[in-house]
């Protein structure tokens, strides 16, 4: 388990989680781009709690170790999201060829808006 403060508020988070927020954080920061993250943890009072968390580039985030025996949440998802816009970011997929159709079908599409 690690701690995760952000906005003075420290949350109880498993170490894969942690490390991977924090991971996601800085790059999404290196980017100037932004997306919200939603994360199992155990809240400074010990209740299990949901947060939603904003990383953007003025997000100020520290994750450290803890000594706690509790288990930790299941953040499998989460995990599993930041992981795939990580690798969408660091390897986007190649640009997708586009027909004439395509583009005369876009621009019906724009000029009826």
Known sequence: M????????????GDLAA???????????????GDTVELHAVSGDGDEVVATLLLNSGTSLMVETTHSSLP???????????????QLIQSPPPAAASNL?????????????
Do not use: C
Not at 2 to 13: D, N, P, Q, V
């Open 19 to 33: 490390d991977t927020i924090a991971e996601y954080a800085a790059l999404l920061a290196q980017q100037n781009s």
């Open 72 to 86: 930790e949440p299941d953040n499998t998802a989460a995990v599993e999201y930041m992981r795939a816009k990580m």
């Open 2 to 13: 690690k701690h995760l403060t952000m906005a003075e508020k420290s949350l109880l988070i």
């Open 101 to 113: 159709e395509d583009i005369a079908a876009w621009n019906e599409e724009i000029d009826r808006l």
